[in-house]
């Protein structure tokens, strides 16, 4: 605990439901990393109905549950999220502002930061009191410096980062939730979600496990011929069985771009590395891919690395990878999938 800072800030936590009027996994490790800084906090809370999801962290600490509910505040749109998320921290009076990094938090807490006359952070993977000030982790360039900042300035809104805090496991209880009046009217009616090309959702951010695919799944084999169906059947069979997340290289994300015949669910969102994602799962298996700079830059985050592929000088047996399976890709996942069957 750092008393100096505790004296000077009015901390919230501000988080949305989900559809289903829970909260997400993201939302509890904001929490998380909130309790971890030693000083009261608010949690303010937005969506259609918020009292399931306030009951389910009653016993958080937090000293106030602000909320504000409603049919409108059930999709995600900019001009209600917007007007919700100034309402609760004008509510709370809060000079720091702890926000999950969801796609709705994201692009809404810039504005509201300026509407609050405040200033964002985005992207923060670590937040520490210590020595009368409150410090914000992030990365720049692609993750590859890592900086701490402080501000002055307050308001302050954080954006943190999914599997930057503790996930929490909270006694359910009933929270007292202080509701808020917000008149939001919005010109924009949501009627419905366009999801990319994908048949399949393959993109799970709170998965163990990532699992990803190289270009080598769309290339001749050793009996000259590509074996597209096949990778098909085995990729969509692994992920069915350990319900992992599908990443990718760029190489093969591209090649489906272009409308050839590889791997149809997977779409430019699955690409990890320097131009794609850098996900936060605690594993990871590559296959088929070369672990090219470019795309191992995006495994920053993940803890247990693995890979399989053909080439015993790939660039995963370089250091970037703890363990590599020389082999055939196609072999070991048909006996991975049944073992696991
Ligand atoms: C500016 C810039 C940004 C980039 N950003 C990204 C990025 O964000 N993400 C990214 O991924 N790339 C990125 N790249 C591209 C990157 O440099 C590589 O070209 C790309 O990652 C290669 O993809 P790959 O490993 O799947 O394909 P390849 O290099 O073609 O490798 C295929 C691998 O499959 C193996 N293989 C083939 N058959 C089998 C089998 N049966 N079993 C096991 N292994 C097999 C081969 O041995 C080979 O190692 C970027 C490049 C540049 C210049």
């Known amino acids: 605990m750092d008393s100096g800072v505790t004296a000077m800030e009015t901390l919230l936590?501000?988080?949305?439901t989900e559809s289903d009027g829970a909260l997400a996994r993201s939302a509890i490790e904001t929490l998380g990393l909130a309790r971890t800084l030693g000083m009261p906090f608010s949690v303010g809370l937005a969506g259609a109905d918020v009292k399931a999801a306030a009951d389910s962290i009653a016993a958080c600490g937090a000293t106030r549950f602000v909320g504000v509910a409603g049919a409108e505040f059930a999709p995600s749109r900019y001009s209600t999220d917007a007007a919700a998320a100034e309402a609760l921290a004008?509510?709370?009076?809060?000079?720091?502002?702890?926000?999950?990094?969801?796609?709705?938090?994201?692009?809404?807490?810039?504005?509201?930061?300026?509407?609050?006359?405040?200033?964002?952070?985005?992207?923060?993977?670590?937040?520490?009191?210590?020595?009368?000030?409150?410090?914000?982790?992030?990365?720049?360039?692609?993750?590859?410096?890592?900086?701490?900042?402080?501000?002055?300035?307050?308001?302050?809104?954080?954006?943190?980062e999914g599997g930057c805090g503790e996930a929490l496991t909270l006694a359910a209880g009933t929270a007292s939730v202080e509701m808020v009046a917000v008149e939001a009217h919005s010109r924009t009616e949501v009627s419905g979600f366009q999801s990319p090309k994908t048949?399949?959702?393959?993109?799970?951010?709170?998965?163990?496990?990532?699992?990803?695919?190289?270009?080598?799944?769309?290339?001749?084999?050793?009996?000259?011929?590509?074996?597209?169906?096949?990778?098909?059947?085995?990729?969509?069979?692994?992920?069915?069985?350990?319900?992992?997340?599908?990443?990718?290289?760029?190489?093969?994300?591209d090649l489906s771009g272009e409308g050839q015949a590889v791997l149809g669910f997977l779409s430019h969102l699955n690409q990890i590395g320097q131009t794609g994602a850098t996900p936060r799962h605690r594993k990871g298996l590559a296959t088929c891919c070369h672990g090219e700079e470019p795309h191992v830059v995006g495994?920053?985050?993940?803890?247990?690395?693995?890979?399989?592929?053909?080439?015993?000088?790939?660039?995963?047996?370089?250091?970037?990878?703890?363990?590599?399976?020389?082999?055939?890709a196609f072999e070991v996942m048909a006996q991975v999938n049944a073992l696991l069957r």
């Open 13 to 16: 936590v501000l988080l949305h």
């Open 90 to 160: 004008r509510t709370a009076g809060a000079t720091v502002i702890l926000a999950p990094a969801t796609s709705r938090w994201n692009r809404v807490m810039p504005g509201v930061a300026h509407r609050l006359g405040g200033r964002a952070d985005t992207h923060a993977t670590g937040v520490s009191a210590a020595d009368g000030s409150l410090r914000v982790t992030r990365w720049y360039y692609r993750q590859r410096m890592e900086a701490v900042i402080e501000r002055a300035h307050r308001p302050w809104v954080i954006l943190v």
């Open 199 to 253: 048949g399949q959702q393959t993109i799970r951010p709170d998965a163990e496990l990532l699992f990803v695919t190289g270009a080598g799944w769309s290339k001749n084999q050793a009996d000259g011929k590509p074996h597209v169906e096949e990778a098909e059947s085995l990729i969509l069979g692994f992920l069915e069985a350990t319900q992992a997340s599908l990443g990718s290289s760029k190489s093969l994300v």
């Open 299 to 328: 495994w920053r985050f993940v803890t247990e690395r693995r890979a399989v592929n053909l080439d015993a000088n790939c660039g995963w047996a370089r250091g970037k990878a703890d363990v590599v399976y020389v082999a055939d």
